[in-house]
Antibody
Framework: EVQLVESGGGLVQPGGSLRLSCAAS????????MSWVRQAPGKGLEWVAN????????YYVDSVKGRFTISRDNAKNSLYLQMNSLRAEDTAVYYC??????????WGQGTLVTVSS | QSALTQPASVSGSPGQSITISCTGT?????????VSWYQQHPGKAPKLMIY???NRPSGVPDRFSGSKSGNTASLTISGLQAEDEADYYC???????????FGGGTKLTVL
């Protein structure tokens, strides 16, 4: 059974940092692109970043470029999101997401990040 | 990186059919057959309902169907059931600087 379990969320002040983790199991983690998707309270889904199987390619939504860094450790079957210079508008539930054609599509349960003073 | 355009809400009575639209551009919806639809119940993670425009994953009822015309994709739910009440999101691969884009979401109310 595929499982994605996020952790690391919490309350942080504006300008602060947080590191999210996603522990993957039930599939060959090193064979898939991995993504982070977020959802602000009462709002829609927003794709944040993704990373290639070997970590050699990374892409980010414009609003987090230069502040967030996605990484992975294939030996630990883990995905990470280092978030620096956090802003109020980064407040959201952050989901770990794996999707591959044709229908391999799994989400974690999400971890809540709240940026507030 | 504009979100795909969906109606904010739709509603229907049990047994009826509804359609949710998802409008993008030739750089996303219109340019690729990588349009997916997700169902999300409150407090839950999204669930894949349709992939590659019109395909259903195993376990998704055939009441759910997808299609695409030009830059607009559509999700149709026939024979509405109370359990279908949820938020629905479309997503598409895109040739922009970010590979994936989601729609703003549509709240389906079963009257």
């Amino acid at each position: 059974e595929v499982q994605l379990v996020e952790s690391g969320g919490g309350l942080v002040q504006p300008g602060g940092s947080l590191r999210l983790s996603c522990a993957a199991s039930g599939f060959t983690f090193s064979s898939y692109w991995m993504s982070w998707v977020r959802q602000a309270p009462g709002k829609g889904l927003e794709w944040v970043a993704n990373i290639k199987q070997d970590g050699s390619e990374k892409y980010y939504v414009d609003s987090v470029k230069g502040r967030f860094t996605i990484s992975r450790d294939n030996a630990k079957n883990s995905l990470y999101l280092q978030m620096n210079s956090l802003r109020a508008e980064d407040t959201a539930v952050y989901y770990c997401w794996v999707s591959s054609s044709p229908s391999f599509d799994y989400w974690g349960q999400g971890t809540l990040v709240t940026v507030s003073s | 990186q504009s979100a795909l355009t969906q109606p904010a809400s739709v509603s229907g009575s049990p047994g009826q059919s509804i359609t949710i639209s998802c409008t993008g551009t030739s750089s996303d919806v219109g340019g690729y057959n990588y349009v997916s639809w997700y169902q999300q119940h409150p407090g839950k993670a999204p669930k894949l309902m349709i992939y590659e425009v019109s395909n259903r994953p195993s376990g998704v009822p055939d009441r759910f169907s997808g299609s695409k015309s030009g830059n607009t994709a559509s999700l149709t739910i026939s024979g509405l059931q109370a359990e279908d009440e949820a938020d629905y999101y479309c997503s598409s691969y895109t040739s922009s600087s970010t590979p994936w884009v989601f729609g703003g979401g549509t709240k389906l109310t079963v009257l």
